[in-house]
């Protein structure tokens, strides 16, 4: 299946300061969805992504498609420690199942 | 709605022991999926079932079984739980295959010793 890089692997912040996580892939996906886990939760659906150069904001989340379709990001303005989690980016293997990364694992000191 | 029901939350198991990990979901979904989630290693699917009446293997199905039981319930299985099993185990489910937007269960916690 298509594999999907995240990086950083870790990232902390102090509240207040802007977030960036990139998930990046070797070949074109067809498109791309953003999940946050919040420590000791589950995942949960934030997005998905499916046109080339396609962005899509939720209130401070601001999600980009890359132009060639093999990049992805989603960057968090004004962090709060709400924010806290583990975001994950996937992807649909031939349509049956998804492909996660390894995520990014997002820390905001207040 | 409860959406995705995941039985048990917590389990210990000795080496060798088996257990069935439950799933139930209400949402009338037709794709359900069992993922393992371990520290760095994000989540790797061991099985999906893309409808009613089908499973098919994910990235990591050795030692695990699963049974669709009906449109609700999928249930995923160790035969001889070993400790590299040791894992949080999620399951979810989605309108259909195709749709990329799954619901996932709370997680079921499995430690082998």
């Known amino acids: ?110 | 709605n409860a959406g995705v029901t995941q039985t048990p939350k917590f389990q210990v198991l000795k080496t060798g022991q088996s257990m069935t990990l439950q799933c139930a979901q209400d949402m009338n979904h037709n794709s359900m999926y069992w993922y393992r989630q371990d520290p760095g290693m994000g989540l790797r699917l061991i099985y999906y079932s893309a409808s009613e009446g089908t499973t098919d293997k994910g990235e990591v199905p050795n030692g695990y079984n699963v049974s669709r039981l009906n449109k609700r319930e999928f249930s995923l299985r160790l035969e001889s739980a070993a400790p590299s099993q040791t894992s949080v185990y999620f399951c979810a489910s989605s309108r259909s295959s195709g749709a990329n937007v799954l619901t996932f269960g709370a997680g079921s916690r499995l430690t082998v010793l």
């Open chain 1, 1 to 110: 299946g298509q594999q999907v890089m995240q990086i950083p692997q870790y990232q902390h912040v102090q509240e207040g300061e802007d977030f960036t996580t990139y998930c990046n892939s070797s070949t074109t996906l067809s498109n791309i969805q953003w999940y946050k886990q919040r420590p000791g939760g589950h995942p949960v659906f934030l997005i998905q992504l499916v046109k080339s150069g396609e962005v899509k904001k939720q209130k401070r989340l601001t999600f980009q498609f890359g132009e060639a379709k093999k990049n992805s990001s989603l960057h968090i303005t004004a962090t709060q420690t709400t924010d806290v989690g583990t975001y994950f980016c996937s992807n649909s293997n031939s349509g049956y199942a998804l492909n996660f990364g390894k995520g990014t694992s997002l820390l905001v000191t207040p």
